[in-house]
């Protein structure tokens, strides 16, 4: 190497950290630069599809990722998500692992369990069965197996039995994870599931001549973010009012239509049936 081209080197080098120090100028992507030095938001999910999911790369996509990343620019936030266990979701929130819970949460029913932000939007839990399995209404479950996520209000409605469209129902078994529920129904060892209509009508639309959506729901959630009630600031009135200007403003509809959720329903509330 000649003296000439060391020489080179150095200049461009040089050149180069002058700009890093004197004009910002870095590698980095602009939402990594928008977003360094803000406080964190640590959000706990744990993977259910199209509302949190994690790719190859690692990194996290969906429609409450794509909201929450939203609600927390405007709030002055920078989000990081976590996979967490969903079973120990509770424990995991109040020792401090994670700000909150945010991935297709049901208030309804857990409105004094927790400090919340929203609603911010609706969702219908719905009942997905085999295509010729000749169930085509709720009473038709009676007396069979049906899969539901454990620690889900469906699990706490079918096991109380309060509901008598479904308080005949012969077993409930209580997957960890929506994928075990899906291999559940595929192996017959259920003859039902139970979830959130964005969730399930993805499993649905996958295999629409071997599955079927019962027209009739359980019931209609609220979903919300969940704080605990020992958290401190006022980080989740902020995310209210946001996600509620974001329903205002059209942002929420763009990001529910892209993932085909009717968002005039679940924005709205527009589904015939109350929640219980």
């Known amino acids: 190497m000649t003296r000439r081209t060391l020489a080179s080197l150095a200049l461009a080098l040089a050149v180069a950290l002058s700009c890093a120090l004197f004009f910002g ?5 602009d939402s990594q630069a928008s977003t360094d030095g803000l406080p964190e938001l640590v959000i706990g999910s744990d993977i259910y599809e199209p509302f949190v999911s994690l790719g190859d790369d690692g990194a996290y996509a969906g429609i409450d990722v794509e909201l929450a990343t939203e609600a927390c620019r405007r709030i002055g936030y920078k989000p990081v998500f976590k996979t967490i266990d969903w079973d120990n979701k509770n424990s995991i929130l109040e020792s401090g692992q994670v700000d909150c819970l945010w991935g297709s949460f049901t208030m309804t029913g857990r409105e004094d369990n927790y400090r ?3 609603p911010y939007m609706y969702s219908r839990q719905v009942v997905v069965v085999r295509g010729k399995s000749g169930i085509s209404s709720l009473s038709d479950l009676a007396g069979k197996r049906v899969g539901v996520q454990v620690s889900s209000i469906p699990e706490g409605v079918i096991l ?13 078994y209580s997957f ?8 559940a129904l595929r ?8 979830g959130h209509e964005g969730a399930l ?19 209609l ?34 990001i529910l239509s892209s993932y085909g959720i009717d968002a005039e329903k679940a924005l709205g509330g527009g589904i015939d049936e109350p929640s219980n």
């Open 116 to 118: 919340w932000a929203g």
């Open 221 to 254: 959630s609220e979903v919300g973010v969940a704080f605990s009630k020992n958290y401190a600031g006022d980080v989740p009135e902020k995310l209210s009012s946001a996600l509620a200007d974001m329903a205002k403003d059209g942002t929420s509809a763009a």
């Open 176 to 183: 960890s994870a929506l994928d075990e529920m899906y291999v």
């Open 187 to 194: 192996k017959d060892y259920v003859d039902a599931i139970c």
């Open 160 to 172: 109380k039995g309060d509901d008598p469209r479904v308080s005949e129902v012969g077993k409930v």
């Open 25 to 29: 100028c870095s590698p980095q992507s």
């Open 201 to 219: 009508r993805l499993f649905v639309d996958a295999n629409p001549a071997e599955y079927t959506m019962l027209d009739e729901s359980l019931f």
